[in-house]
């Protein structure tokens, strides 16, 4: 699977984005869909996850890190092959550089708590979200 991440972009303090994470391949119903994030000049972190139907009762399960969870949620068109992070009341501290990331046979929680993110089969590139005060 191949993944492209899009709609980052310039806000104000309280506003919304939603990302898209949109893939490539017959495949994708059966994938885990992450987000992770890298702020300006720290480490890259986990923000949230969708499970596919690659592993059993894991299909459109969530999981999202504790400073996002009442604020970002997730959803995914197997359809279209995509993946939706619908942020709101964006804060400074959500600025960064956003990317999708894909593995197959996972749950949502073993991507955000148990796996290496640089091992995980697919990446997209990023997309810049900037939240001004």
């Known amino acids: 699977v191949q993944l492209q991440a899009s709609g980052g972009g310039p806000v104000q303090a309280g506003d919304y984005l939603r990302l898209t994470c949109t893939a490539s391949?017959?495949?994708?119903?059966?994938?885990?869909v992450g987000w992770f994030r890298r702020p300006p000049g720290k480490e890259r972190e986990f923000v949230a996850a969708?499970?596919?139907?690659?592993?059993?009762?894991?299909?459109?399960?969530?999981f999202y890190v504790d400073s996002v969870k009442e604020r970002f949620s997730l959803s995914r068109d197997n359809a279209k092959k995509q993946v939706h992070l619908q942020m709101e009341s964006l804060k400074p501290e959500d600025t960064a550089v956003y990317y999708c990331?894909?593995?197959?046979?996972?749950?949502?929680?073993?991507?955000?708590?148990?796996?290496?993110?640089?091992?995980?089969?697919?990446w997209g590139q990023g997309t810049q979200v900037t939240v001004s005060s």
């Open positions: 969708i499970g596919g139907a690659g592993v059993s009762g894991s299909g459109d399960v969530t």
């Open positions: 990331a894909a593995e197959r046979w996972t749950t949502p929680q073993a991507m955000g708590i148990d796996l290496v993110p640089d091992a995980l089969d697919a």
């Open positions: 391949g017959d495949t994708f119903p059966s994938y885990t």
